[in-house]
DNA sequence: GCGTTTGATTGATCTGTCTCAAGAACGCAG
DNA sequence: CTGCGTTCTTGAGACAGATCAATCAAACGC
């Protein structure tokens, strides 16, 4: 029953999409199951595994940690992804620390049986090398945003994209607005207040981790390199201060 | 001859080096080969080629630009060194502008090539995940230096990993300061000035492009992230000033 | 030789973002 | 309801590094 459970989450997961029935439920018999309370580690840097991993349900945040303790959010893992694939192809140690952020079930892919199906069929390697390339893409994003976007234009674009993901106005936050803070590479108070910003201009309104988005065209422009030529400041309402 | 050439330098590749000879002078029989003169882009930001490149003799900056001109240097491609492997993988447009910084050779491989490659040969594949997984680790590297890492410490770093490299303490660096500033994330005036401060310690001496590194374990002090302890102001010589 | 280009240095100043500090708002366990 | 931990907000001030501007030095073509 567990790995019935097991092998229908394999089979959701954008690596294995191609993978056949029979070697999908060999993989799921030597695939291992856990069970993590939030604040457990799924894996920690330094430690040289040869599994890699995916989330069954649940949130695991993958971090970069410096020794004075600060912490800088890679990614969040949701439901369905998978992380850490490169140890099973490199011997240097994990780089990163991976959490969870609430009750999690983990999916653990030995390196053996990953290897095995390399061998037994060429489109699941494609399809990794597919999933690779995506995850050093995004990773290539998240670089250039940092370098070429200041503060402000890497919030606005972050909204803009989630909201992209779904096809509404109204996002959710996946995540706190501290881990988020990390991920765009600001502390959490530069983000509150530039989020507090917008409100300001009237071109979100927020709702806890509801965001929604007033005037896209405009969040476009602040977010876009060229520095948004009139937006000094445009309140929403002459009258919001009385 | 030329294609002689090509199948040399693919064989000295990290990606093919456990390929076998016939299927390794079938791919160079599939391999484009170029020359660019400085200044010349390999390929550019936006177009959706389906080939991924190498370098046989020359370098290649992998940049990230902004529309207001700035730019960040992810890598410099040195020769024996391939780049853009993802556009094989992927129809996301790509986001870099690969750059030639001198006359370079370069080779070009086209995705129909290497998939049939990956249908024949199961180690080439696992060889190709290995490569891109590295990439992937060193992304991160670099990410982690921005994210938790002052100039100071970055510089520090990449002085030591570049004479890790080279068993020795004297180190060349491989391009300009301006283009090592943009890897590292710091203004070509920051660099200039920080490594002026490493000099007046007594940690390095420059010449040009090389540069002897004094101290080693005080730039590692300096690198760590820990502040390091008692570093403020201490001149190499104090009859300098004279 | 001598302009031109590319790269490096150095100083003076400015500013975006962080840091530190204090509250406020919320959720949850008892 | 009450207390407590977690997350978020807001303000005041500080600072690392950027920007602007001026030189300087080497390399290159003619």
Redesign the pocket.
């Given at each position: 029953m567990a790995a019935g459970l097991a092998e229908r989450v394999i089979a959701g997961m954008a690596m294995f999409k191609h993978v056949s029935r029979p070697h999908l439920a060999e993989l799921a018999r030597h695939t291992g199951m856990t069970r993590l309370k939030r604040g457990d580690f799924a894996c920690r840097r330094g430690q040289s595994s040869s599994c890699f991993y995916g989330v069954a349900n649940g949130q695991v945040k993958l971090v970069l940690r410096s020794d004075s303790g600060?912490e800088k959010v890679l990614r969040v893992a949701e439901p369905g992804e998978t992380f850490c694939e490169a140890l099973v192809f490199r011997t240097r140690p994990n780089p990163i620390d991976a959490v969870a952020l609430c009750e999690t079930l983990l999916l653990t892919f030995p390196a053996s049986a990953i290897h095995a199906l390399l061998d037994r069929d060429a489109n699941f390697a494609r399809a990794m090398l597919a999933c690779l390339s995506e995850r050093m893409q995004d990773l290539v994003d998240g670089i250039e945003a940092n370098a070429l976007?200041?503060?402000?234009?890497?919030i606005a674009s972050y909204l803009l994209a989630l909201a992209a993901a779904g096809r509404s106005s109204r996002v959710r936050?996946p995540?706190?607005?501290?881990?988020?803070?990390s991920q765009l590479?600001?502390?959490?108070?530069?983000?509150?207040?530039?989020?507090?910003e917008f409100v300001n201009k009237g071109l979100i309104a927020?709702d806890?981790?509801d965001i929604l988005l007033h005037d896209r065209a405009l969040l476009a422009a602040v977010a876009g390199t060229t520095a948004a030529p009139s937006l000094s400041d445009t309140p929403a309402s002459e009258s919001s201060s009385v």
């Open positions: 600060e976007l200041s503060a402000r234009q890497r936050l995540v706190t607005k501290t881990l988020i803070a590479g600001v502390t959490k108070e530069t983000l509150s207040r530039l989020l507090r927020i806890k981790r």
